[in-house]
Nanobody, 116 residues
Framework: QVQLEESGGGLVQAGDSLRLSCRGT????????MGWVRQPPGKEREIIAA????????YYVGSVKGRFTISRDNAKNTVYLQMNSLKLEDTAVYYC?????????WGQGTQVIVSS
């Protein structure tokens, strides 16, 4: 199984940018499709971006399309989420997810707070 560790969260102002990273260890990182899921305060988790194992295909939820970019570097066992033009509603805990066949693994999450 893969262990995931997110980093890069923090407190930013609306309009700022932030890049999250998620590094995987313990298994062949490149076989996993990777995703970013967030959980705003008091709300359920929602998947916001995903990327195929080779980086050729990406998915974005409508609310982040055009502002966020998911990418991966399999040589570094890392997936990234570049977040631009951050909004107050982007405040959430952001989780990294790795999926392969029936297996799914999660990181501990990193907090992003966007202030006005």
């Amino acid at each position: 199984q893969v262990q995931l560790e997110e980093s890069g969260g923090g407190l930013v102002q609306a309009g700022d940018s932030l890049r999250l990273s998620c590094r995987g260890t313990g298994d062949t990182f490149s076989k996993y499709a990777m995703g970013w899921v967030r959980q705003p305060p008091g709300k359920e988790r929602e998947i916001i971006a995903a990327i195929s194992w080779n980086g050729e295909h990406a998915y974005y939820v409508g609310s982040v399309k055009g502002r966020f970019t998911i990418s991966r570097d399999n040589a570094k066992n890392t997936v990234y989420l570049q977040m631009n033009s951050l909004k107050l509603e982007d405040t959430a805990v952001y989780y990294c997810n790795a999926a392969w066949r029936a297996f799914s693994y999660w990181g501990q999450g990193t907090q992003v707070i966007v202030s006005s």
